[in-house]
């Protein structure tokens, strides 16, 4: 399976989490990032003149600078869920890269 395959399977099941959750929580916040982050990567892979990789370490250095500059806990934890779904992208995408 290659990348592209995965984060469409990835898609398809988080979306089926997310129709389970009931209440809004971490989780279901979570849920909801991950599909649109995988969303942005499949868009973004479409145009071969991206450097995917370059790409996704880019918006992680930028996440890691916000976080820096935070001084809510509520507001870096959610930057560090999203920073760890883009590490899990990223290696999806960029491991044989």
């Not at 399976?1 to 399977?9: G, I, Y």
């Not at 992680?60 to 590490?87: A, C, G, P, Q, V």
Request: with cysteine; hydrophobic share 35%; aromatic share 8%.
């Amino acid at each position: 399976m290659n990348a592209q395959q995965t984060l469409q399977k990835e898609i398809e099941e988080s979306k089926t989490w997310l129709s389970r959750e009931k209440e809004e929580s971490t989780y279901k916040r979570d849920l909801k990032k991950r599909i649109e982050l995988i969303n942005w990567v499949l868009e973004n892979m479409k145009n071969p003149d991206i450097q995917i990789c370059n790409l996704i370490e880019s918006k992680m250095n930028e996440i890691i600078l916000t976080i820096n500059k935070t001084y809510s806990i509520f507001e870096s934890d959610k930057l560090h869920s999203e920073l760890r779904i883009l590490d899990w992208i990223y290696y999806q995408v960029c491991v044989n890269k």
